[in-house]
């Protein structure tokens, strides 16, 4: 069976849209960090890079099976808020996004990320092995004006939902 293609580029989009998503993906490769590009939100990326974005989507929009509308993964239920609640530092276009946690291989953070607020689009996924370094971290530069909110996923308590914030 061949593999399937990335999907199309969405021509809806605006071109502020793909501007902003172009600005945050060259502000985070100038700050030396990594980036894989939403399909939605720009020039498509390698098909590896899909997965990261496929799997923060499906976390967020899990259903028990039959149970449509019931998630599978409701944000900030279940766990120390301490210890989950995904922490933002901003400093001028630099943004940190962390949380005290630990890192080991029965307890961690799997993944980071930052959704734009206007759009609802993640804009921006780390990855992170169990073997990651604590408090787990993740750093980019990101445009004046910018609304972001962060997320985290735990694999022993789920989704995690941070307040929302801006850039100046």
């Known amino acids: 069976k061949p593999r399937s293609s990335p999907p199309p580029q969405n021509d809806s989009l605006s071109p502020d849209l793909s501007r902003r998503a172009a600005a945050v993906k060259a502000a985070v490769l100038a700050a030396g960090g990594v980036v894989a590009a939403s399909p939605l939100v720009g020039s498509p990326a390698p098909a590896a890079a899909y997965s990261i974005f496929d799997q923060v989507r499906a976390i967020e ?10 998630p599978k993964y409701p944000p900030n239920v279940s766990g120390d808020p301490e210890k989950h609640l995904p922490r ?6 630099d943004v940190t996004l962390s949380v005290p946690h630990v890192m080991t291989e029965e307890h961690f953070i799997q993944f980071l990320w930052l959704k734009d607020e206007k759009t609802n689009d993640v804009v921006l996924v780390k990855a992170m092995p169990p073997t990651e370094p604590s408090p787990p971290t993740m750093r980019a530069r990101v445009p004046s004006g910018a609304q972001l909110r962060p ?3 735990c694999n022993l308590h789920g989704l995690w939902k941070g307040e929302p914030f801006s850039v100046a």
């Open 88 to 93: 933002v530092t901003v400093e001028g276009t």
């Open 61 to 70: 929009s899990a259903n028990y099976i039959g149970q449509i509308g019931k």
């Open 151 to 153: 997320y985290l996923f």
